[in-house]
């Protein structure tokens, strides 16, 4: 099974940069589920507000480039904040301190620390871990696996049904949720039922 966060851990990563920046990094990359290297590629002009979707031209195994869809509120408010006055739809998306593009690596490192911050474990700590949680998380409030084969941009669905494989705890969970009659229960309503015929 591939490592996802859980809800808490989430929301505890989502509240952990203090940069407006650095925040909807790590929002967009589980809202949409795209790769670091394909947000570090994003221009202004990928982003349609309006529309509410990304373009991602830089695209792994598409030469065309994908469309993902946009479709939190809050994420694109930040979105139009943080772009702000810039007008070049040609400049990156995503800049560091000097405007210079942001790196991949320097995505890496900070979400790295972020989750340090908040005591994650370090297997957790890595932007392709924001992926999986948006394809666990896609899958269980009922999305199907075609559309999100094509949202994360596989080849084939075969590699999205990965996501269907679920962890011990999701299990238990479910388990719990739906928990099988107990044969004791079983037998003694078997019992019950043969001695009244009887």
């Given at each position: 099974?591939?490592?996802?966060?859980?809800q808490d851990e989430?929301k505890?990563l989502?509240?952990?940069p203090?940069r407006m920046?650095?925040?909807?990094i790590?929002k967009?990359?589980y809202?949409?589920?795209?790769?670091?290297?394909?947000l570090?590629?994003?221009?202004?002009g990928?982003?349609d507000l309006?529309?509410g979707?990304?373009?991602?031209q830089q695209?792994?195994?598409?030469?065309?480039?994908r469309?993902?869809?946009?479709?939190?509120?809050?994420?694109?408010?930040?979105l139009?904040?943080?772009?702000?006055?810039r007008k070049?739809?040609?400049?990156?998306?995503f800049?560091?301190n000097?405007?210079?593009p942001?790196?991949r690596?320097?995505?890496?490192?900070?979400i790295?620390?972020?989750?340090?911050?908040?005591?994650?474990?370090?297997?957790k700590?890595h932007p392709?871990?924001?992926?999986?949680?948006?394809?666990?998380?896609?899958?269980?409030?009922?999305?199907?696996?075609?559309?999100?084969?094509?949202n994360?941009?596989?080849?084939s669905?075969?590699?999205?049904?990965?996501?269907?494989?679920?962890d011990?705890?999701?299990?238990?969970?479910?388990?719990?949720?739906?928990?099988?009659?107990?044969?004791?229960?079983?037998?003694?309503?078997?019992?019950s039922?043969v001695?009244?015929?009887?």
């Amino acid at each position: 099974m591939r490592k996802y966060l859980k809800q808490d851990e989430l929301k505890a990563l989502l509240e952990a940069p203090r940069r407006m920046r650095d925040r909807l990094i790590i929002k967009l990359l589980y809202e949409t589920g795209m790769r670091v290297g394909e947000l570090t590629a994003l221009t202004i002009g990928d982003v349609d507000l309006e529309s509410g979707e990304i373009t991602i031209q830089q695209a792994k195994r598409h030469a065309e480039g994908r469309k993902v869809p946009l479709v939190n509120s809050w994420t694109k408010s930040m979105l139009r904040d943080y772009v702000g006055t810039r007008k070049n739809r040609r400049d990156s998306l995503f800049v560091s301190n000097k405007r210079s593009p942001l790196s991949r690596r320097q995505v890496e490192r900070m979400i790295s620390k972020c989750g340090e911050s908040i005591g994650l474990d370090k297997d957790k700590r890595h932007p392709h871990v924001l992926r999986h949680t948006h394809a666990v998380y896609a899958l269980k409030s009922g999305i199907d696996l075609r559309t999100l084969q094509q949202n994360l941009g596989h080849s084939s669905i075969e590699v999205t049904a990965i996501y269907l494989t679920m962890d011990i705890d999701d299990r238990k969970e479910q388990y719990s949720k739906h928990p099988l009659p107990s044969v004791g229960d079983a037998e003694g309503t078997r019992s019950s039922s043969v001695a009244e015929e009887e």
